[in-house]
């Protein structure tokens, strides 16, 4: 009796404690009006996007530039918008695609770090807690400039102890004050029934209740190439697979060595020329160390590589609208499991791995996460290995800071370095703090190569492409005004905001009654081929740059994108005048990067690595079932080789029900 009494306490505490200090949070946040002001567009923003070979013709002959930035990832990106908005003669040059290594391969979070303000707390580490201090006001920053790509969201921290009610909450609301006026909006204790409501695949057993906080969640690649396009309209030079083989140095009247520019290959055309810059960036990632030997050969290396993989499962693995957080995994690691893009993304892992230009999601590391969502999901969910749609991995830099006299630590945050030869490098952080990052870079540059900008940092505030005039209803207008399905217009508008228009005017006519226009890429998608088109006007030079980054289809569903990849290399020949070879070449090279980088090759490991326990007459007649499906000997099935089939066989019967369900 007693110990059902103090856990009526217990609970009611909590909801009373929650409700004061939540609206005592809300209120303080809505008087302080905490929302970023967006800045109007700068007067040198251009109505229209440069062409990639006007780029890349301006990259080669123009006599000097103030910035040359190597690097096109997030804070590449961001570094180049930050120059150019202060009125610096900015290049930039990316060896693959913008965001086509760690940016895009994220958990999709713009996030403060809950985790790092418990070791703040625990540790008294006031750098942990600057840190996260940073991210919070940076989140809301972001949130605010890109609202059609980026969100408030909300996360479901599950509790199965009732002491960690009270332990948990006071985390939680500790990270709602330290956000301050930037507060998404307030945390809230709910109880077990209101927990299973929310999110009805919860284990139910032994658990209390649950607390929800807010974090944001994005579209990370098509926010990566949002900033590309953005430094562009405010007039810097970017470029996306131009390789730099080279940097080039002089002596000063010092006799100090001191770089000066880059050799560069435009990998796509071959044509080789150098960039001269006043300041070189080195942003670069995990390709950090590289970089920086080509400026110094003997310096040692700061940068330890690090694996995050994530998968990729059906919508019905998670509400549609709300995630959820496993705070302490069997090895004290932290997995989210989140709805994404109609799917459910789980992850990530943390694994020391090698550099390489081909990540490829580990197995190991694959059943690692299916079996931690186990834990957390009830019995009436099955966690199937083959229902994993896709899986991929993202290295992550972790580095050390060689501004400290301890070099082999790791830092915390990220690092702005400038060598003997005024190579300023920029390294570590994470996607939430990009733009921070790159002012502290500019910032660094400028004083180091004596710049002289023609304004300060005016980042803060500032809209990106496709924000300025973007609503959460202007999908109405598309749909209406261009007869497309409805579906196909709340996609286009979150994707490209206040261009999505630009994007409707490409589309084909479906010669149907509705949609009038719109053809889709894949039917269980909303991608379409006008995407493909615009995608071409956004620097896409290969059929990957459009399935992994402008589209986000290898990403969600690997097969489906083996599917569509045919469609989609027959649009870019057309408008990039391919021949019958290089649409070959692409067709191959898309292939491979699906089953190497998307977890396509884990599909084909199945089959040995997953047990059947079927009889020699089962497995032979359910051989000559799939083969009868199989039609093209690809070795396994997709939606569209059953609706093939279904239309010649319309006799149900002739699938047993344990097939069906096994299919």
């Known amino acids: 009796m007693g110990t059902k009494v103090n856990r009526k306490v217990l609970k009611t505490l909590a909801y009373a404690a929650t409700g004061a200090l939540g609206l005592g949070a809300y209120t303080y ?5 905490s929302v970023l002001q967006a800045a109007p567009k700068p007067a040198n923003w251009l109505t229209e996007l440069p062409s990639r070979e006007a780029q890349v013709e301006s990259l080669s002959t123009t ?49 403060g770090g809950v985790r790092y303000l418990q070791k703040a707390i625990m540790q008294f580490d006031i750098e942990q807690y600057r840190m996260v201090k940073e991210a919070l006001t940076e989140r809301a920053n972001l949130i605010n400039i890109a609202p059609h790509l980026s969100y408030p969201f909300p996360i479901m921290l599950p509790v199965y102890k009732l002491w960690q009610i009270p332990y948990f909450w006071v985390g939680i609301k500790a990270y709602d004050v330290v956000a301050g006026r930037q507060l998404l909006k307030p945390s809230y204790f709910i109880s077990k029934n209101t927990a299973l409501e929310l999110f009805p695949m919860l284990k139910k057993e032994s658990l209390v209740g649950a607390i929800v906080y807010y974090d944001g969640q994005h579209n990370d690649a098509r926010m990566n190439i949002s900033l590309a396009m953005t430094a562009a309209r405010l007039g810097a030079n970017v470029a996306n697979h131009v390789a730099v083989t080279e940097l080039v140095h002089e002596e000063d009247e010092k006799g100090q060595k001191k770089v000066i ?21 080195n942003a670069t990632g995990p390709y950090t160390d590289t970089i920086r030997k080509m400026d110094n050969e003997k ?28 705070p302490s995994t069997s090895d004290g690691r932290v997995i989210f499991f989140l709805p994404w893009q109609k799917h459910t993304m789980a992850g990530t892992t943390d694994t020391p791995c090698a550099l390489t230009d081909y990540p490829t999601p580990a197995e190991d590391d694959v059943n690692f996460i299916i079996n931690e969502i186990k834990n957390y999901l009830n019995n009436d969910v099955q966690v199937r290995r083959g229902d994993i749609l896709s899986a991929w991995s993202g290295i992550r830099p972790l580095v050390s800071d060689p501004n400290k006299a301890d070099t082999q630590s790791l830092a915390r945050n990220h690092i702005v370095h400038v060598s003997d030869s005024k190579l300023i490098t920029i390294a570590g952080g994470k996607w939430t703090t990009y733009r921070h990052m790159a002012e502290e870079t500019i910032d660094a540059a400028i004083e180091a190569c004596g710049l002289k900008p023609k304004n300060e940092c005016i980042t803060k505030g500032l809209f990106l492409e496709g924000g300025h005039n973007w609503t959460p209803t202007s999908y109405i207008r598309l749909a209406q005004d261009f007869g497309i399905e409805t579906e196909v217009a709340i996609h286009l508008s ?10 409707a005017e490409l589309s084909s006519l479906t010669g ?25 006007k956004e620097y896409a030079r290969s059929a990957v740059d459009v399935i992994a980054r402008r589209t986000r289809m290898s990403f969600l569903n690997v097969l489906a994108a083996d599917e569509a990849l045919p469609k989609i290399v027959e649009i870019m020949a057309s408008e990039l005048k391919w021949s019958k070879q290089k649409q070959q070449e692409e067709l191959e090279h898309a292939k491979e990067f ?14 040995t690595t997953v047990p059947i326990n079927f009889s020699k007459e089962e497995i032979s007649t359910y051989i000559k079932r799939f083969r009868s499906l199989d039609k ?5 099935i997709t939606h569209k080789d059953l609706r093939a089939f279904f239309k010649v066989n319309t006799v149900l019967q002739y699938f047993e029900p344990d097939l069906i369900k096994f299919i």
């Open 63 to 111: 006599p000097e530039f103030d910035i040359l930035i190597i690097g096109g990832g997030a804070t590449g990106a961001g570094c180049a918008v930050d120059a150019a908005s202060r009125g610096l003669k900015t290049a930039l040059v990316e060896k693959y695609d913008f965001s086509s290594g760690t940016s895009s391969r994220s958990t999709k979070l713009i996030h």
């Open 494 to 503: 979150n994707t490209y905001g206040d261009q999505a228009d630009k994007v």
């Open 261 to 281: 520019g880059a050799k560069c290959v435009d990998k796509y055309t071959g044509k080789e020329f150098s960039v001269k810059a006043k300041a070189i960036i």
């Open 29 to 33: 946040y809505k008087s302080q009006n």
């Open 594 to 607: 699906l089953k190497r980088e998307m977890g396509l090759n884990l599909k084909y490991q199945m089959k």
């Open 632 to 636: 093209s000997n690809k070795g396994y």
């Open 299 to 326: 310096i040692p290396n700061i940068c330890q590589p690090s694996s995050g993989v994530h998968i990729v499962l059906p919508d019905y693995y998670s509400p549609q609208n709300m995630g959820l957080l496993d």
């Open 512 to 536: 149907k009654r509705w949609p009038v226009v719109g053809v889709r890429l894949h039917q269980e998608f909303p991608y379409i081929d006008a995407e493909v088109k615009y995608a071409v």
